[in-house]
């Protein structure tokens, strides 16, 4: 299941395959020379692909217009840190990640359990309501959210957004964790539950304890969610120094409209923990999980 | 956990049933302790559920409920206002702003849907052959997926904006003008999708690269012997193996280019007069800068009710195609 990224099929569609059965011979010069074809068109595409990515980076170490240093430099980062609130923006979107991804964990693993042992209609009606909530836009409920954490103080603040994100991550959160569970086999809880386990107990000490990749998943789900939010904050964030850092990038590009150099810098700092995270975990990345993470966003 | 946890969630869905195919259940394995096991089984699984609930009925259950009042009343973000039945709905059906926002989210769907299917799958074809290097190939192209929109869509900006930006140089270079990307109104819609396209057909490769990688290559061979074209192999075969995941792919990017906000918002704001406005940015709108919260939560409701339609017809087609 996470293995997406690693599936490399042995031969292809494409490759030469003949009427013996004998792929390798085929891989001749001909097959080589498609090899080659194809590397180099893919790698063309990818550079192209990458333009936007690339800018960015070279941008932010690349001396501002009214810098005297040249080649490399750290002069923009260096810039943004001091000149403006990007060290409050940074620990603000980390804090709200963080706590999002720890929340929607120990929210979702729990109830996916139930989702995928449970076999009763509350279960599978539970379950269908989870699914038409996360298809539903999140414009309908930021509206009456807005109004009811203003008159809790939770608009303009990072424990509002926090459980704002936790309610949005939670819904396909569930239903991966309750994918993962459903892969580990009732089997071993039985074992535990002879053994005078209860069914919480083995819920913790045998499905959570095997269910690493599934947890982190889901925590990469959620982190991504958190991390690049823009709607959600846009709506409950007002003031500079409760900005998370899309709401900081964009309120410095909307003021320094010519300033690259800085906005770029901003940009990196704000792309680096996705692209580390992605780097570092990138087996347990989900398309199903991140897909449903980024609707309507 | 890739496409699957999607897939089999869709699954479960149309069954209506909640998950745990695969597993048995606990209270029909404990034999002798049968009845006491399951009594109690129920009220762990109660406690297990009980902040899940909570949360869903906190974030999703009022909000739409409450949406629901707002929509028909004439208040605003601090007062509810007096109820006015359904005269927002009427008003919006009969804004020329509605139906402009309405098709212009319907045109940017259908190409970010088929543009970033078409580009995913293409690359997912050339990705399953062998090409040096190919895996490191696959993972860089997930990155327009992972970088946060706020930041690829600004160096976009910096790409197109103006007429001095890189791109617009780049083609008054090669005499083909002086496009004003951001600024024609079609050039901007254009744009927008294009923006689109390169964010979201990472999401549709790797749904493809999953789907293809179940696809058993003996099929391929037995075709090929009975002297089927390459191109008849990946209409016949090809196709018609990976549909019901193609089906899904699209019903998620349909999801998600209707309820797109950033893509379009943080790229051109909705202009060049309203020509890239969809229907989610016209409800930010209509709430955050009119005040006219009613209209705005009408249409949010619209688009609701557009998107199950769309989903439902779309489930309909999955569970014709379905190969299972």
């Known amino acids: 299941m996470s293995a997406v990224l690693h599936a490399h099929p042995e031969s292809g569609p494409a490759l030469g395959v003949t009427e013996t059965g004998k792929p390798r011979r085929v891989l001749s010069e001909a097959g080589m020379r498609g090899r080659w074809w194809r590397f180099t068109l893919i790698l063309a595409i990818t550079a192209i692909v990458l333009v936007p990515i690339m800018v960015t980076v070279v941008l932010a170490f690349t001396p501002g217009p009214t810098s005297t240093a040249t080649g490399f430099t750290f002069e923009n980062i260096s810039y943004v840190f001091s000149q403006t609130l990007a060290a409050t923006w940074l620990k603000n979107s980390l804090t709200v990640t963080l706590a999002t991804v720890v929340v929607s964990v120990a929210v979702a693993a729990p109830a996916g359990y139930v989702l995928s042992r449970g076999r009763s209609k509350a279960v599978s009606g539970y379950s269908l309501l989870l699914f038409v909530m996360q298809s539903l836009p999140i414009i309908t409920s930021v509206v009456p959210l807005f109004i009811l954490f203003a008159g809790m103080g939770l608009v303009d603040n990072l424990l509002g957004l926090t459980i704002i994100y936790v309610g949005s991550t939670m819904t396909v959160a569930t239903w991966m964790m309750a994918a993962y569970f459903d892969s580990i086999p009732v089997s071993l809880e039985e074992a535990s539950w002879i053994d005078g386990c209860s069914v919480f107990g083995s819920f913790t000490k045998v499905v959570l304890r095997n269910s690493l990749p599934g947890v982190l998943s889901t925590a990469i789900f959620a982190f991504l969610l958190a991390w690049n939010d823009y709607l959600v904050a846009i709506v409950f964030l007002r003031s500079n120094e409760i900005f998370t850092l899309p709401m900081g990038v964009q309120s410095f590009f909307q003021q320094n409209l010519t300033d690259w150099s800085g906005v770029m810098a901003l940009a990196v700092i704000m792309m680096l923990p996705p692209i580390i995270v992605f780097a570092t975990l990138n087996k347990y990345f989900s398309v199903g999980g991140i897909g449903g993470s980024l609707a309507g966003r | ?324």
């Open chain 2, 1 to 324: 956990m890739s496409s699957t946890t999607v897939q089999s969630g869709l699954a479960r869905a149309r069954r209506g049933v909640a998950p745990g195919g695969s597993g048995g259940r606990p209270r029909n394995n404990g034999l002798n302790r049968k009845s006491k096991l399951s009594a109690q089984t129920s009220r762990t699984y109660f406690w297990l559920l009980l902040t899940s609930v909570i949360l869903l009925v906190l974030i999703h259950g009022y909000p739409l409920v409450y949406a629901g009042v707002q929509a028909t009343h004439d208040g605003n973000l601090i007062e509810t206002g007096n109820f006015v039945g359904v005269e927002n709905f009427a008003n919006v059906l009969g804004s020329a702003a509605f139906w402009k926002a309405t098709q212009f989210t319907l045109i940017f769907t259908i190409v970010g849907v088929f543009g970033s299917w078409l580009v995913g799958l293409g690359l997912a074809l050339l990705l399953r052959t062998k090409i040096p290097a190919g895996g490191t190939f696959k993972v860089l192209l997930l990155l327009p997926w992972v970088v946060p929109i706020v930041v690829s869509s600004t160096a976009w900006n910096w790409l197109v904006a103006t007429p001095e930006s890189p791109v617009p140089s780049l083609f008054r270079a090669l005499g083909l003008g002086t496009p004003l990307f951001l600024a024609d109104p079609t050039l901007a819609a254009a744009t927008v999708m294009a923006f689109k396209v390169w964010v979201s057909f990472p999401f549709m490769m790797m749904m493809t690269s999953a789907a293809l990688a179940s696809v058993d290559n003996t099929v391929y061979e037995a075709a090929s012997m009975d002297g089927a074209s390459r191109f008849q192999q990946f209409s016949q075969i090809t196709l018609p193996l990976i549909a019901r995941s193609t089906y899904i792919s699209w019903i998620l990017m349909t999801i998600f280019c209707v309820n797109d906000f950033p893509t379009i918002y943080l790229l051109t704001g909705g202009g060049p007069v309203d020509a890239t406005t969809s229907l989610v940015v016209l409800a930010y709108r209509k709430v955050f800068q009119d005040f006219q919260t009613g209209p705005g939560v009408a249409i949010a409701f619209l688009m609701t009710l557009t998107l199950v339609i769309v989903s439902v017809i779309l489930y309909r087609q999955i569970r014709k195609s379905s190969v299972e």
